[in-house]
């Protein structure tokens, strides 16, 4: 079954109350940047970093950002899939919160956070509105010793 935030975002109390929800955990939190994943993690987590005075930094699919980057591969259930992210995003000891929508495997975040690790960015933990528990993808990102949150789990 597809878990589908659109009609949250399309109702204002509704968006505003899930906003709320990641505002309400980490204001107050020394955290530099939100970096979130392509393309619904924008939609929460730039208002996120708006809201806690943050930077926001964005990862996107391959060939959508231009300039220098790195690129980062990760397995999907048949193939693979890349990220990527500017080179000069986040500098080195810098602390940021990954934010997206879902959390299913965790292969999403984890390719994420090893992009950031190249960058040599401090990644704090990984948010999600949504985790898929029975896929298991808090275990896959907790192995690599952050914090996993999300508000709704099924």
Do not use: C, W
């Amino acid at each position: 079954m597809f878990r589908d935030i659109t009609p949250l975002l399309k109702d204002p109390a509704g968006f505003k109350a899930a906003v709320d929800l990641f505002v309400d955990h980490y204001k107050g939190q020394d955290i530099d940047y939100v970096v979130a994943i392509e393309a619904r993690g924008y939609m929460l987590g730039a208002p996120l970093a708006y809201s806690i005075g943050a930077g926001f930094v964005p990862v996107r699919k391959p060939g959508k950002l231009p300039g220098a980057k790195f690129t980062e591969e990760y397995a999907l259930e048949y193939g693979t899939n890349s990220l990527e992210i500017h080179d000069d995003a986040i500098g080195h000891g810098q602390r940021v919160l990954v934010v997206d929508d879902l959390l299913a495997t965790g292969g999403t975040a984890a390719a994420t956070s090893r992009l950031l690790e190249r960058l040599g960015a401090k990644v704090t933990g990984f948010a999600f509105l949504i985790e898929l528990s029975f896929l298991d993808g808090r275990a896959t990102l907790e192995k690599l010793g952050h914090e996993v949150t999300s508000f709704i789990t099924y």
